[in-house]
């Protein structure tokens, strides 16, 4: 039997960044994945047709490029193990029914210009929403990779200036509030509460508004990242590092059980019961939704942590997704800026209309006619064979149908099918001629594929300010220790949340202190 010191259970990208550090730090560590390819989220896969790339959940990597990891290529992902990152200029866009183009650039004076055909006024406002996010993107930055301090801490300290007090009110407020505030016109605002909606909840739900602030100020400051080769060269390029590094990946090796000993983790137990040991810690990125006394291998739990693992917040809604093998990319009737922009979104007219969907997804009725297209082979053509493309074709829906989640096997097809009918009657050339092959998944598939994605959440939990930040996923697991010793929980269930955000490396500070390692010493080279 091999001698591991971590064992990490679950191979989406957070847990291979925690690999990635133990094994840069000369940990022997180990992560165990069930099913038989790595990523998670960060996953791309032929299943649409062969030779073409689908990435099944995540597409644009946007929080993680301010991360360290990739900032400061800590483990020097794009420098030694091939990770590159496309990111367009024309970031995101909005089609209204009468065809008319919103877009979000990296320029900000280019994006004042599109808003301005909507509203002179929100262009001006534009200008100084930004500005506004610009000032506050790096205090938000400072502590998204790192460990969080506790609510109350963060609190007092945003308390000590005028700019910090606005920040944190903005923590507070929903984003359709927020949006609202600064906006006028109803395009607008329909735009920035999509795209600050990206979390899975609700913008109008409090607590919202932070989210909308992060991601307009990230649109200029950072852009949008698609990884060259698909969502998966993440993964791949973190398993490179981490294999190099001594480290090793087993996958088809579900877990059953962690293995507790004297109060303490000592291993895990996988479902065909092999038993694997680590002698310094066990690490896991599952759903805290999945962490109960029996996965975690004991009845010894605080009754504060079993409740509160019954009770969590769920997000608003969740994904629906396609993935389309092309010949053609989609040329849509709003004319080439929309064709040569990243990811076009399809919104209503007015506040009405998109609230009304809202409240549908909170009543369990599906929706057709909000997705989210993103061609990426227009930018990256090694997604596809030469000549052809794919299409990343998303929606929100609800998992909770009403007559039952079970609904969805019932009516899938049929909601795949209305999304493309509603896409193509928004372009010149989404006809059946132009399909070579096509892939879709429920939300109901989302949870059969993935464990840890309870109810189809790949956000695992929701986003709502009782389990965000200091508070994520509640406040006795909020830095990364569960209530086993030795055991840790990384991953969205944890600060900084869901999405390719390589949050992991914030959860790999506490273990490494927790094992008398220090961190800067590994990223700066001493212990490499």
């Known amino acids: 039997m091999k001698n591991y010191e971590v064992i990490i259970a679950g191979a989406g990208h957070n847990g291979l960044v925690v690999a990635g550090y133990l094994a840069k730090a000369g940990v022997k560590v180990l992560v165990v994945e069930a099913r038989d390819y790595v990523g998670g989220g960060a996953a791309s896969r032929e299943v649409a047709a062969p030779g073409f790339k689908t990435n099944v959940a995540s597409i644009g990597h946007q929080i993680i490029q301010a991360n360290p990891l990739l900032k400061d290529d800590e483990l020097g992902l794009k420098a030694k193990y091939g990770l590159e990152y496309i990111f367009p200029e024309k970031v995101v866009g909005g089609i209204f029914p009468d065809d008319r183009l919103l877009v979000l650039s990296r320029s900000v004076d280019k994006t004042c210009e599109s808003v301005a055909q909507f509203s002179q006024r929100d262009a001006e ?10 000032s506050q993107l790096e205090m938000l930055l400072a502590g998204t990779f ?17 700019e910090g007090r606005e920040l944190m009110r903005c923590m507070y407020v929903s984003g359709h509030d927020l949006a609202k505030e600064w906006f006028k016109d109803p395009h607008i605002y329909n735009m920035t509460d999509r ?63 962690f293995k507790v000993s004297g109060g303490r983790a000592v291993g895990v137990i996988l479902e065909d019961g092999e038993e694997i040991l680590a ?57 080439t800026e929309a064709d040569w922009t ?11 209309d998109l609230n009304k969907i809202w409240d ?6 599906p929706h057709v006619d909000i997705p989210l297209a993103i061609p990426v082979t227009r930018w990256d053509p090694t997604q596809a064979p030469a000549g052809k493309h794919t299409l990343y074709l998303y929606h929100y829906n609800p998992y909770n149908l009403k007559g ?51 109810q189809g959440n790949f956000c695992h939990i929701g986003g709502q300010i009782s389990q965000n930040f200091g508070l994520r996923p509640f406040p006795l697991v909020s830095n990364y220790r569960l209530p086993v010793d030795k055991l840790y929980i990384c991953g969205p269930s ?12 914030a959860a790999v500070v506490v273990i490494m202190d927790d094992m008398g390692i220090n961190f800067d010493d590994v990223i700066t080279g001493s212990l490499a």
């Not at 990243?342 to 009405?352: A, K, M, N, Q």
């Not at 549908?360 to 009725?365: L, P, S, V, Y």
């Open 125 to 134: 406002a534009y200008r100084k929403f930004y500005q506004w996010g610009h």
């Open 146 to 162: 790192i460990p969080t301090p506790s609510f109350g801490t963060m609190n007092s300290y945003m308390e000590t200036s005028p």
């Open 195 to 257: 795209l600050g909606s990206e979390n899975m909840l609700d913008p109008r739900v409090d607590g919202s508004g932070i989210n909308l602030l992060l991601l307009v100020a990230f649109v200029h400051d950072y852009g949008i990242g698609y990884c060259k080769g698909g969502s998966g060269n993440l993964a791949a390029a973190l398993v490179r590092s981490i294999e190099d590094r001594g480290g090793e990946i087993r996958t088809s090796s579900p877990v059953k059980q």
């Open 279 to 335: 002698s310094k810690a066990v690490v896991t990125n599952f759903n805290i939704i999945q962490l109960d006394a029996a996965m975690l291998g004991t009845s010894d739990l605080p009754e504060e942590y079993l409740h509160n693992i019954k009770v969590m917040r769920m997000p608003g809604f969740q994904p629906f997704h396609q993935g389309l093998a092309l010949h053609e990319a989609p040329c849509y009737k709003a004319g």
């Open 342 to 352: 990243s990811s076009i979104e399809f919104l209503p007219d007015t506040e009405e």
């Open 360 to 365: 549908d997804f909170n009543n369990g009725i």
């Open 404 to 454: 039952g989640a079970h609904r969805w096997d019932e009516i899938k097809q049929e909601i795949a099918d209305k999304i493309l009918e509603y896409l193509a009657s928004r372009c010149t050339n989404m006809d059946s001629k132009n399909i070579i092959g096509r892939w879709a998944s429920s939300p109901l598939d989302f949870e059969r594929n993935n464990r840890a994605w309870y």
């Open 494 to 505: 944890t600060h900084p949340g869901p999405g390719i955000t390589g949050g992991g490396r």
